[in-house]
């Protein structure tokens, strides 16, 4: 039982040492056969990245309003404004990335409460905050040109500047009383942050010019006033939330090695392929010293040769025309017919018939 118990324990060692092996032969089976991933593709994946960099302005028209906690009655502020530098990052090569968005924004803040349910004065408060978003901007492309539409999501911190009051008529307008709203270190808030979410449009207006049209939600995680165990008169809860659409314009800073190869894959590939150059087979030119060949083009031949040849074919021509001339002025005999003459026939009369000829005897034969 222990004998049996060892060799299947050595069998499963060796069946898990051959895993590695066998993965390894497979893999290396698939890269010869070309089933892996070509060295191009991996390093065109992680090669260089291809980026813009925009610079730009923006500003636009909002309002806001504030949740309290307890709650109570309240209305937009309207007459808010918004502007700003800012700077994007664009990955253009690369799907599904977007665009970060870094900003300075002034911007104006504020809400409308009533002092009792049904109340027709109202106290209104705006304020003016100094916001440093960070935003990333997933788009989808709309053609060739660079326009595109895209999303907005990303954190603000702001710091409150100055702010204002006013306590009116809400049906009249009629104001009762106003001025600058005094900060306390023991009542508010000035730094506040928040989460931002929009969408917009970008169009490419040519020469790196771009114009772009976008609304935004802030929404405020902070208070405005402090919490309620440190002044008695806050509300438990008081963020303060801003609408707003802006227009903006962008200049992208050039790019020299990404607009020419933007502009070479605008190019359809019938047009390059026709755009092309044939390529030129290079045709040896005859050496100094040779005789191009005819009928054979870039094949030439050396004096030699030609003379060489010129010696045979006059060699035959000779022994064509003159054969009793052999080599080297010596002459060949012609080769002997045999000395016998062939006679004419002879002329008869008709109804006659010819006498057979005579021969002669050779000498030395008996008549």
């Known amino acids: 039982m222990t ?11 060796a069946l898990l040492l051959s895993l590695p092996s066998a993965a390894g032969a497979q893999a ?4 010869k056969k070309g089933k892996g991933i070509p060295t191009a593709t991996v390093s065109a994946e992680w090669g260089p990245l291809q980026v813009d960099h925009y610079v730009g302005i923006r500003g636009g028209y909002g309002m806001g309003n504030a949740r309290f906690e307890p709650q109570r009655q309240t209305e937009w502020h309207q007459g808010l404004y918004e502007f700003g530098v800012l700077y994007k990052l664009d990955v253009p090569k690369q799907k599904y990335v977007g665009t970060m968005e870094f900003g300075i924004n002034y911007s104006e803040k504020g809400y409308v409460v009533h002092q009792g349910t049904d109340s027709e004065i109202v106290d209104s408060r705006k304020y003016s905050t100094l916001q440093l978003p960070i935003l990333w901007q997933p788009y989808l492309p709309l053609g060739r ?6 999303l907005t999501a990303g954190p603000v911190v702001s710091y409150a500047l100055k702010s204002t009051y006013r306590i009116y008529n809400y ?21 506040e942050y928040g989460l931002i979410f929009g969408g917009g449009f970008i169009v490419n207006l040519g020469g790196g010019l771009r114009i772009t049209l976008e609304g935004r939600y802030n929404i405020t995680l902070s208070d405005t006033y402090k919490s309620v165990t440190k002044y008695s008169d806050n509300p438990f809860r008081s963020p303060v939330d801003q609408i707003n659409v802006t227009a903006g314009i962008l200049y992208r800073i050039p790019n020299k090695k990404f607009d020419r190869a933007v502009s070479e894959q605008s ?5 390059r392929r026709q755009k092309a150059p044939e390529p ?19 094949m030439t031949a050396t004096p030699a040769e030609t ?14 025309l003159a054969p009793d001339e052999g080599p080297a002025g010596s002459t060949v005999p012609a080769p002997e017919t045999p000395d016998t003459a062939v006679p004419a026939p002879q002329e008869t009369a008709p109804g006659k018939t010819a006498a057979p000829e005579k021969k002669e005897p050779e000498a030395g034969q008996q008549k």
């Open 3 to 13: 004998m049996r118990s060892n060799i299947l324990r050595l069998a499963l060692a």
């Open 28 to 31: 290396t089976s698939t890269a």
């Open 145 to 150: 040109g660079g326009s595109r539409f895209y």
């Open 171 to 191: 049906t009249t307008d009629e104001t009762i009383e106003e001025g600058p709203y005094e900060y306390s270190s023991v009542r508010d808030n000035r730094w």
């Open 267 to 271: 190019v359809p590939a019938r047009e």
């Open 280 to 298: 030129e087979v290079a045709v040896p030119g005859p050496e100094a010293g040779t005789v191009p060949t005819p009928g054979k083009p870039g």
């Open 307 to 320: 003379t060489d040849t010129t010696v045979v074919s006059e060699e035959i021509r000779d022994t064509t």
